[in-house]
């Protein structure tokens, strides 16, 4: 084994056990100005409104609860579903099988943040070509990747559509 191979091996090794902290930094590294002293700053500014801290209290716990991931179904989940992009792609197996998004044929409400930078509308638009449910919907909403499902505008617009879209689909 060459000296790369055997450092890349010790490096994913570490990473299997220390993986929660790489994926929280590569996922803050998106933005790293907001999420490492724009939170911070944010809250230092509303320190007076007992709201404001309450919920950037609950926003950044909620973000800081990783559940771990051991490190070889992690590094397969990078690879195949953000490199290779397998399930977009239609070359993604589970248990042997091609998984083709033409065969999803349930109801579908695709929830996009028009301001997400994990997963821009872009990406999220394109599966709704590739499903095959006769019933689906795309639902715009104002704000970024976790503010559309937890964000102060979330119980005004985000959860009341999604009730009244699963409602007039229950039986």
């Known amino acids: 084994m060459e000296w ?8 994913r090794r570490q990473f299997a056990t220390r993986h ?4 929280r930094a590569g996922a803050k590294m998106l933005k790293p100005i907001e999420n490492y002293a724009g939170n911070y ?9 007992p709201g404001a801290v309450e919920a950037w209290h609950a926003m950044n716990t909620w973000v800081r609860d990783i559940i771990p991931m051991a490190g070889g179904p992690y590094e397969q989940l990078i690879n195949e579903l953000y490199k290779e992009n397998r399930l977009m792609n ?14 999803l044929r349930a109801d579908l409400l695709n929830v996009i943040a028009e301001a997400d930078h994990i997963t821009p509308p872009c990406q999220s638009e394109r ?14 909403v104002r704000g970024g990747h976790i503010g559309i499902m937890a964000g102060r505008g979330a119980q005004r617009t985000t959860w009341p559509h999604i009730h009244h879209w699963l409602s007039a689909r229950s039986g």
């Open 90 to 103: 239609g070359t993604m197996a589970l248990r042997g099988e091609r998984v083709q998004l033409a065969n």
């Open 127 to 140: 599966v709704m070509e590739l499903v095959g449910s006769q019933d689906k919907e795309i639902f715009r």
């Open 20 to 23: 929660r902290i790489g994926a």
């Open 41 to 49: 700053l944010t809250l230092w500014d509303n320190l007076d409104d």
């Open 4 to 11: 790369q191979e055997v450092s890349h091996e010790i490096l």
